[in-house]
């Protein structure tokens, strides 16, 4: 139950990102909403805003790694929700340290298998084990 109640916030976490990205609105009011209609417990809720308030705090140093790793491709024609996934994971595997390294990369190709196209988890699998490869997120801090 623990993994999918994880797995639920991280769900949230992705949709109030796509609400705020797409949608021009405050992505934590988005994830309060999406929380508030949810069966979420207090602990996972915690979790998922702690979650958000990292990514938003490290999004645009993670842009920046998406754009490097990402050859051939322009970030604004990477897919808004692959980035969103790649954005999420990127952060979670630099800041949250108790998460292990395969269990984030999982839960980004899962999010990417049920919220994009069918090349979209090998996409984010590609790019994080990169990312992964370069020794980032290993120490749970960031640069």
């Known amino acids: 139950m623990a993994e999918s109640s994880r797995h639920h916030a991280r769900e949230l976490v992705l949709q109030a990102m796509y609400a705020s990205e797409v949608g021009e609105v405050d992505a934590e009011a988005s994830l309060d909403g999406l929380i508030d209609a949810s069966t979420l417990g207090l602990r996972h809720a915690e979790f998922a805003r702690g979650l958000l308030g990292q990514v938003l705090q490290?999004?645009?140093?993670?842009?920046?790694?998406?754009?490097e790793l990402a050859e051939h491709w322009q970030l604004e024609r990477i897919a808004t929700i692959d980035r969103l996934i790649l954005r999420l994971a990127m952060t979670e595997?630099?800041?949250?340290?108790?998460?292990?390294?395969?269990?984030?990369?999982?839960?980004?190709?899962?999010?990417?298998?049920?919220?994009?196209?069918?090349?979209?988890?090998?996409?984010?699998?590609?790019?994080?084990?990169?990312?992964?490869?370069?020794?980032?997120?290993?120490?749970?801090?960031?640069?």
Do not use: H
């Open 58 to 67: 490290y999004g645009e140093e993670a842009d920046q790694t998406i754009r």
């Open 93 to 143: 595997l630099r800041v949250l340290p108790d998460t292990p390294v395969k269990v984030v990369l999982n839960e980004a190709i899962e999010l990417a298998k049920t919220y994009s196209t069918g090349q979209s988890s090998a996409f984010v699998n590609g790019i994080l084990d990169q990312f992964i490869r370069r020794g980032e997120g290993m120490t749970g801090t960031p640069d």
